[in-house]
């Protein structure tokens, strides 16, 4: 799993919980968009919000490039940004990397909160667990 370089807030919503304000606002929007993306394309759609400056958004990307989350190519004066990752895959590596730190320090206390937090009667969730536990068991960590 790739490690993150993120720093977690847990009294925040949705990605503020993970990123900065504007850091999670400019990533809905490259998200949203689904393709390359110049400043100017995400300067726009903020500005149509909220009075911004370009380049406050230029050095925001510039360093969610250097964090990795986005990627960055040149063309002449000109930087392009991708997605380093989706959402989910983002999603995903966080939440990993915030239980693999828990478990490393507190593993009793981390498993014990989480069977705390699932209901007896989340029959699903119950459900899926115990095919993890069974595919784990198994050998097979990747099944869902």
Known sequence: MKKLPVDFKPGMQGLNKILGNLESEIMDIIWRKDCEVCVRDVFEDL?????????????????LSDKKILEKRKQGNTSFFIPAMSRDEFTQGVVGNVLDSLLEDFADATLAHFMTRVK???RETIEKLEKLLAAHKDGDADAD
């Open 47 to 63: 500005a149509a919000r909220r009075k911004i400056a370009y380049t406050t958004v230029m050095t925001i990307m510039g360093r």
């Open 120 to 122: 007896s009667d989340d």
